[in-house]
Each structure stands twice: as structure tokens, then as C-alpha cells.
């Protein structure tokens, strides 16, 4: 199994960026996907999750109204488009997989596959 982030990088305060996460070696839609992200110093913490169907999702708080996640189970990928980041949004952004738990596992150790992370600066 291997999921594959990209789409990190710098931005400005009030740009976009676009994740993806690529997975292969497993049937992408028996999944729950999460993303979760980890700055310097913090816990790693779950960002945004979405069901297998693509039907229900979750948002943290703190990116409520400005963080979509969305999927397409035809391609195995899912996707985090981040719009009007703010330079806390900044650290390492991972995407994971969760076959068994339902609704949305906020613990690391409830997914059971990770991709290798990818990082978003976000400058003031």
C-alpha cells in the first residue's frame, strides 16, 4: 500500500493550495480518508476527513469555511483545496487511510495507512 501526497508549498497569507493524495495497493473506497498536519513542536492533529462514499465529512474548527476535502474513488485519490491559509496553517500535511472505524477517528493510531507527508509554509 502507498499513498502519495503532493501539492505543498509557499504561499502568502490569503493564497491557495491544492493537495492530493494518491493511493494504490488497497481498494481506495472501503476507506475513510483523513488529513492531518504537524507543525513544529505539536502533536500531528486531524485537519479534515470524508467518508468512503464521499458523502459526509469533518472539519476542524480552525479551517472550517476555508479547507475543502472531496475525493474520486475512480482515480484513488483524495484531495484538500486550501483556500485563504493563514501562517498557522503552516506544517506538515499527511494524508491517511482508515478501513475499520466508523465516522471520523481523530487518533493517529485508528488509520491504517500513511502517506509520507507533505509540507505547507505559509508566509505573513
Known amino acids: 500500500v502507498q499513498l502519495q501526497a503532493s501539492g505543498g508549498g509557499l504561499v502568502q497569507a490569503g493564497g491557495s493550495l491544492r493537495l492530493s493524495c494518491a493511493a494504490s495497493?488497497?481498494?481506495?473506497?472501503?476507506?475513510?480518508m483523513g488529513w492531518f498536519r504537524q507543525a513544529p513542536g505539536e502533536e500531528r492533529e486531524l485537519v479534515s476527513a470524508?467518508?468512503?462514499?464521499?458523502?459526509?465529512?469533518y472539519y476542524a474548527d480552525s479551517v472550517k469555511g476555508r479547507f475543502t476535502i472531496s475525493r474520486d474513488n475512480a482515480k484513488s485519490t483524495v484531495y484538500l483545496q486550501m483556500d485563504s491559509l493563514k501562517p498557522e496553517d503552516t506544517a506538515v500535511y499527511y494524508c491517511?487511510?482508515?478501513?475499520?472505524?466508523?465516522?471520523?477517528?481523530?487518533?493517529?493510531?485508528?488509520?491504517?495507512?500513511w502517506g509520507q507527508g507533505t509540507q505547507v509554509t505559509v508566509s505573513s
Open positions: 495497493g488497497l481498494t481506495f473506497s472501503w476507506y475513510t
Open positions: 491517511a487511510a482508515d478501513y475499520r472505524s466508523a465516522g471520523f477517528p481523530a487518533r493517529v493510531g485508528e488509520y491504517d495507512f
Open positions: 470524508i467518508s468512503r462514499g464521499g458523502t459526509n465529512n
